[in-house]
């Protein structure tokens, strides 16, 4: 089991750039693939990016591509998801999560962290 707590969420100006951090505790960080989702109020749930085990392979649906980053480091229990050229709808409550399987479900939820962008 691991638990996961997100940071560094904040208001940013539209076209500015952040960084968001979650950190894991328990040792076995490394076997989770990770991914960062969001929601918006009314919304579903929407998946922002994931990334592997060894912080090999990623994946970004194409409302971020290019211009959110998702890493790892496996050292310090800790996946960030840089976020450049943010935008208005960019605007939602950010969550990390980990799971088994790279594509399948993920099993632990961090309690998120708020990124608003006014227009």
């Known amino acids: 089991q691991v638990q996961l707590v997100e940071t560094g969420g904040r208001l940013v100006q539209a076209g500015g750039s952040l960084r968001l951090s979650c950190a894991a505790s328990?040792?076995?960080?490394?076997?989770?693939?990770m991914g960062w989702f969001r929601r918006t109020p009314g919304k579903v749930r929407e998946f922002v990016a994931r990334i592997d085990k060894n912080g090999v392979t990623t994946f970004y649906p194409d409302s971020v591509k290019g211009r959110f980053t998702i890493s790892r480091d496996n050292d310090m229990n800790t996946v960030y998801l840089q976020m450049n050229k943010l935008k208005p709808e960019d605007t939602a409550v950010y969550y990390c999560a980990a799971g088994n399987t790279f594509w399948g479900q993920y099993d632990y939820w961090g309690q998120g962290t708020q990124v608003t962008v006014p227009s």
């Open positions: 328990g040792r076995t960080f490394s076997t989770y693939n």
